[in-house]
């Protein structure tokens, strides 16, 4: 369980550091700067899209067998950059990388579920949480050691899944869930609709990070794939330490305590990044919205199975798959135009500021009952 989270949320930032050299390579293309941010999130659309669907799929074909289908997949399809030549066929490809991330991500959470109760359940959350803060540090690093080489290199590294599927065919298993009754999955908006959306909130702004900053660094500061890579990876590592340290916060703190000290550091560490002017600053400032990253998306986990009756973890898991990927697909749509407007190096402050202002006017409100 824990190398199939190696291959599950930041799996996608593989490429990330080959994404400003697209626009070498596709001069002819319109709107290649778009497209090229596009490649990073179009898993996410067909996760957003499909998860509750493929989680049919996975009850009636068993969560063992899905997931081998899934690694297979994976790694078919995200290694297939390395000889695809169209920017369509190339998103088409990351379409059914996002198939395969899916499957994987609900089989991992549904898991959880059956497998660990209460404190044990928070500890292998945080567990988990540095494993796949293992795998983003895999992927982002491989990918921009390859990506300075050629930026078809970076695709190579999906090829890990095959080195996976021996490991969960020998040692997977599940528990069979007795008496399910779908009809019990049907009041998902009454129920858990407010921490899909918060995931959705989430990922919209967490993903800033891998989207983002690559053009920053790349760009503006006219880095390597090899140093953004190394800065990304960082984060990755303090999203780790974040997820372990959500233990310690469940503590003290609700679920709804800990978003909102969550999204605390995650606005002052988007501030600090805006403010760096030296490059290696990056590496002090990109941990803080690792940090809080992890210890976020840890808890919408947490908070989702908490409130999820054993016979609803696959259908509920694929919902909450379902808003962290449509959060990924639309955060950079949503924030082109702003950092069209304000321009790469402000952008990161006036989201920021734009944050705490959000946070500080809505705790308000909650505190006064006004929301």
């Known amino acids: 369980m824990l190398l199939i989270a190696l291959t599950t949320m930041m799996s996608n930032v593989a490429i990330v550091t080959a994404l400003p050299h697209l626009k070498d390579y596709?001069?002819?293309?319109?709107?290649?700067?778009?497209?090229?941010?596009?490649?990073?999130t179009m898993p996410s659309i067909a996760i957003a899209f499909l998860a509750p669907i493929l989680g049919h799929f996975i009850y009636k074909f068993g969560r063992k067998k899905s997931a081998l289908i899934a690694l297979t997949l994976f790694s078919i399809a995200g290694s297939s950059g390395l000889v695809l030549d169209t920017m369509n066929s190339l998103l088409f490809s990351r379409f059914l990388l996002g198939i395969s991330i899916a499957i994987l991500m609900i089989v991992s959470t549904?898991?959880?579920?059956?497998?660990f109760q209460g404190e044990a359940r928070h500890k292998f959350m945080g567990q988990q949480g540095i494993f796949i803060s293992l795998g983003g540090v895999i992927f982002v690093v491989g990918g921009g050691l390859l990506s300075d080489i050629n930026w078809r290199y970076s695709?190579?590294?999906?090829?890990?899944?095959?080195?996976?599927?021996?490991?969960?065919?020998?040692?997977?298993?599940?528990?069979i869930v007795e008496n399910f009754n779908e009809e019990d999955d049907t009041d998902i908006n009454s129920n858990l609709f407010y921490i899909y959306f918060l995931s959705f909130l989430l990922?919209?702004?967490f993903y800033i990070l891998p989207t983002q900053i690559p053009f920053l660094i790349m760009n503006h500061f006219e880095e390597s794939g090899t140093m953004t890579g190394a800065i990304i990876a960082i984060a990755f590592i303090?999203?780790?330490?974040?997820?372990?340290?959500?233990?310690?916060?469940?503590?003290r703190f609700s679920h709804a305590q800990i978003y909102i000290i969550g999204m605390v550091i995650i606005g002052f560490g988007f501030i600090a990044i805006g403010l760096v002017h030296n490059v290696y600053y990056f590496f002090l400032t990109s941990p803080i919205?690792?940090?809080?990253?992890?210890?976020?998306?840890?808890?919408m986990t947490a908070w989702m199975l908490s409130r999820t009756h054993q016979t609803q973890r696959i259908h509920k898991s694929a919902y909450l798959t379902s808003s962290l990927f449509l959060g990924q697909f639309f955060s950079p749509i949503f924030f082109h135009p702003v950092v069209s407007f304000f321009s790469i190096e402000n952008f990161f402050i006036v989201v920021g500021i734009g944050i705490l202002s959000i946070v500080i006017v809505s705790s308000y409100l909650l505190r006064k009952k006004i929301l």
């Open 155 to 175: 695709f190579t590294i999906y090829m890990i899944g095959f080195l996976l599927i021996p490991f969960v065919y020998a040692f997977l298993s599940e528990k």
């Open 110 to 115: 549904s898991l959880i579920g059956d497998y």
């Open 26 to 40: 596709f001069t002819q293309t319109e709107n290649i700067e778009f497209l090229a941010r596009m490649m990073l």
């Open 289 to 299: 919205m690792g940090f809080g990253g992890g210890i976020l998306t840890t808890n």
């Open 238 to 251: 303090f999203n780790g330490l974040g997820a372990i340290t959500f233990r310690k916060f469940k503590q």
């Open 203 to 205: 990922m919209i702004v």
